[in-house]
Every structure is written in C-alpha cells, then in structure tokens.
C-alpha cells in the first residue's frame, strides 16, 4: 500500500541586521534551507532556524503517515525549540513514521526570487537524503521564482512544498 502527503510551509524574509536588533540573543541565526547554510542579506524568521524546505518535507511525510503536522509535533510556544536545527525535527519525523513506513521519494520546490539556489541544490539534495537515510536519487528538490509577483516575489518571505510517497511496511496490521 502507498500513501502521499503534501507540505507547505512559508517563513518572513528579515535584513539581518533588523533581525539582530530585533532578537539580540539569536545573533547566530543563519539563512538555511534544506539543512545548507547559504549566503543572504538576509534571514528567516521563525522559532527554529525556519528552513521552510525541511519543515515542508516534515508537513509532507507526517501527512502521509496519518500524523498531527509540525506545528503540533514541535509547537513554537516549546522554548526548547528555539533556534533548533530542522534537520533534527526532520530526524525526530523519521523516527515517528519508520515504525510502520519506509520513503519511496520525495519532490518538493522552493518559491523566492532571492536568493538563487541553483548552486546549492544538490548539497541541500545530499542532506536531506543523508538525515533521511535514503537514497539521493529518493529526493527532488527544484527552485522557482513567482515572477515578482505575491509576497515570495516583493521579497517579504520565502514558501516551500513537498509531496512524498511512503511505502506501509506491514500491510497485513
């Protein structure tokens, strides 16, 4: 049995310097996405480091096993999730859904004008496939523009989708 789920996710674009002077005990906050560390003007904001890519691959996967979304697994009033890396929310919805389900693939987009992620899509590929343990060949990842249009194209945030297919491991339970 297959099953598919969808994930959005979408984090406010801040100058970094208005970040800092905003929350001066996170000045370490870096611009992530898809687990890399890219070079930005600019940052994202949200309770954890806000790297709308890996949180759509969360939303996408706990989708299509059943569970509660990543606002409800990881809630942004746990102080305990301030600053965290995504990518050990994403290892915390693998533990939740290997019990029961394994990853066919996953193809997920990034909306933003800026920055250009071409360069750095197959190192967020490489990450995501190593923190997933699958294959780099199970993950898409692909980047859009929306053409100046929206709050993705004035620059004023950064959204993200993923779809999945999950495999059920024990179809006779």
Same mark, same amino acid.
């Given at each position: ?39 930005? +003007? ?20 706990? @989708? ?26 994403? +290892? ?33 590929? =490489? ?6 343990? =699958? ?21 004023? @945030? =950064? ?15």
């Amino acid at each position: 049995m297959l099953r598919i789920g969808h994930g959005f996710d979408v984090h406010a674009l801040l100058d970094k310097n208005l970040f800092i002077e905003k929350y001066p005990e996170r000045k370490e906050h870096k611009f992530i996405m898809g687990g890399i560390e890219i070079p930005c +003007e600019k940052v994202l904001l949200g309770h954890s480091d806000a790297d709308v890519l890996t949180h759509a691959v969360c939303d996408a996967l706990l @989708g299509a096993a059943g569970l509660k979304d990543i606002g409800n697994q990881f809630p942004d009033h746990d102080s305990s999730y301030l600053g965290i890396d995504s990518q050990k929310l994403l +290892e915390k919805v693998l533990e939740l859904i290997s019990r029961n389900f394994f990853i066919a693939n996953i193809d997920s987009t990034i909306l933003a004008e800026r920055p250009k992620f071409a360069p750095y899509i197959e190192a967020m590929r =490489i990450k995501l496939a190593e923190t997933l343990s =699958i294959n780099i060949n199970q993950i898409n990842i692909k980047a859009t523009t929306t053409e100046k249009l929206g709050f993705t194209g004035r620059e004023e @945030g =950064i959204a993200a989708e993923a779809v999945c297919l999950l495999f059920v491991r024990n179809e006779s339970k």
